[in-house]
């Protein structure tokens, strides 16, 4: 079945200098999208000839809602892992594009293949962006433009998880999650509501990235990831009740009660990863 902003996109931007491959990602490459979803595309390109920006946002004119208003940025303007993009209306539709350095990318996914990963501070992304995220928009994303097969080489690189990835996920998040709860414990005589839960989303992060990890599962995006981690066949039942009960406690200020809540969804991560 088409979509009318995919093919559009597509048909708009195929044919941008220094654009060596569009692909859909999201809940939309993963068929997982309601309704209401975003559109998010990945545009790949090398360097020394990086996309041309000035025809990009010309493609772009006659699609946006309000043309002129909509504007992409240069390679580089969002910081070092969100390297760039637009964010776009379309036909009333939220519309996401992100570039992609292709260099860098072939780069993180031979590091994520031998157990290196690293975690930054970025905007947008509370606990932070994994550098593993760009293995997984490579492993998870549909191609739509791949004349070169970049995305297809790539992509035959991410299957089967790798076990060296899993290792060190899991020893990366895995001591955090109780070092999280112990550090909102600290808080907890001081009533500090805000460093509670701060550290709390933080063990909650923690925790599905193990989750993720112990079953091969790539993790791109905190949002859903404890609601798609929940149905994991090494996973921890009622752990989205868990976490809604947590979240209760914390906003009745019943502190105790969300950090034994906590510790307990801690105890069951050690028996999923156990398990896997």
């Known amino acids: 079945m088409t979509d009318p902003i995919i093919d559009a996109v597509t048909r708009a931007l195929i044919s941008v200098p220094g654009l060596k491959a569009l692909v859909l990602g999201g809940s939309r490459a993963r068929g997982t999208a309601g309704p209401a979803s975003d559109y998010d595309f990945g545009l790949y390109y090398e360097q020394p000839v990086p996309l041309d920006i000035a025809a990009l946002q010309s493609a772009l004119d006659p699609l946006v809602d309000r043309a002129g208003e909509s504007q992409v940025t240069a390679p580089g303007e969002w910081g070092p892992w969100i390297n760039g993009g637009g964010w776009l209306s379309i036909d009333g539709r939220k519309v996401d594009l992100l570039y992609r350095d292709l260099g860098r990318v072939r780069a993180v996914i031979a590091d994520c293949r031998a157990g290196r990963v690293s975690m930054d501070y970025q ?77 709390t989303y933080r063990a909650l992060a923690c925790l599905a990235q193990v989750l993720f990890a112990a079953n091969r599962r790539y993790l791109i995006n905190e949002k859903g990831a404890l609601a798609e981690a929940a149905i994991f066949p090494a996973g921890i039942p009622a752990l989205g009740e868990a976490t809604t009960a947590i979240w209760s406690a914390i906003g009745a200020r019943n502190f105790e009660t969300a950090l034994e809540g906590l510790r307990m969804l801690a105890d069951a991560m050690d028996d999923a990863v156990a398990r896997a």
């Not at 992304?125 to 191609?143: D, K, N, Y």
């Not at 990835?165 to 500090?192: C, H, K, Y």
């Not at 805000?194 to 550290?199: E, Q």
């Open 123 to 199: 905007p947008g992304h509370p606990h932070g962006f994994c550098s593993a995220i760009w293995m997984g928009e490579v492993a998870l994303c549909r191609p739509l433009s791949d004349p070169a097969g970049v995305i297809a080489a790539l992509k035959s690189l991410t299957v089967p998880y790798p076990d060296a990835l899993r290792q060190a996920l899991i020893a990366r998040f895995q001591w955090e999650v109780r070092f999280a709860i112990d550090v909102a414990a600290t808080a907890v005589a001081r009533g500090e509501q805000t460093h509670i839960a701060g550290s």
